[in-house]
């Protein structure tokens, strides 16, 4: 079974400073990765997604991403951030071969602040 | 921008009623889901289907039930509601032909039973 780890349920940070969401999966067998990202009363939108190929994957809002293998993370990075990037962010897993269920992590709440 | 909406958005209801959570997706997509997220905590599959007729439990069990009468129709039913169903429900879709997992996400329907 796959699950997902998001070590960090809150991350404060000023404006215009750089960011890391840190994400760790388990799985027995070869996985596509995600985040999404949840704004105030809204639902999850896709920041942007690992299939395969240069492990540096760079999504929507000057958000990237880094998937290692070896230290099975997946981490979610932007260099600096604005008081609108404020949500929810989830990282989420499904398998290769059922890429039909996706598994999410619990979350980490973003607070930019002025 | 995803079509895919939910009704209520929210609702507040007294134990024991019946209620049905309304998900629509104008954009011909064969899988949809169903998930429930409560606050703090990662979102757990509830229901999901891969096209008409077809209906799944997830990975979470839950006293809800779903139909699949038509494809871009996929409403979740409670007979009888109960304080411990108060939680967000969020309705997803996404298209078999892509097979990557990405999924496209409704507003959610914040349920209150009383």
């Known amino acids: 079974a796959q699950s997902v780890t998001q070590l960090d349920s809150q991350v404060p940070v000023f404006e215009e400073a750089p960011v890391e969401l840190r994400c760790n999966y388990s799985?027995?067998?070869?996985?596509?990765l995600f985040w999404y990202v949840q704004y105030p009363n809204q639902g999850l939108q896709l920041l942007l997604k690992?299939?395969?190929?240069?492990?540096l994957v760079k999504g929507i809002n000057g958000f990237e991403a880094e998937f290692n293998k070896s230290q099975t993370s997946f981490h979610l990075r932007k260099p600096s951030v604005h008081i609108s990037d404020t949500a929810e962010y989830f990282c989420a897993v499904t398998r290769m071969d059922s890429s039909y269920k996706l598994i999410f992590g619990s979350g980490t709440r973003l607070l930019v602040r002025p | 921008e995803a079509d895919i909406y939910q009704t209520p958005r929210y609702l507040v209801i007294g134990t024991g009623k019946k209620i049905t959570l309304e998900c629509s997706q104008t954009?011909?997509?064969?899988?949809m889901y169903w998930y429930q997220q409560d606050p703090g905590m990662e979102l757990h599959l509830i229901h999901y289907?891969?096209?008409?007729?077809?209906?799944e439990k997830g990975d979470l069990s839950s006293e809800s039930t779903v139909s699949r009468i038509r494809t871009e129709h996929f409403p979740l039913t409670l007979e009888s509601a109960r304080p411990s169903h108060t939680s967000q429900y969020l309705c997803a879709s996404s298209n078999f032909a892509t097979a990557t997992g990405e999924l496209f996400f409704g507003e959610g329907s914040r349920l209150t039973v009383l």
């Open positions: 954009m011909g997509h064969d899988k």
């Open positions: 799985s027995s067998v070869s996985v596509y």
């Open positions: 289907s891969y096209g008409v007729n077809s209906t």
């Open positions: 690992y299939l395969s190929g240069s492990t």
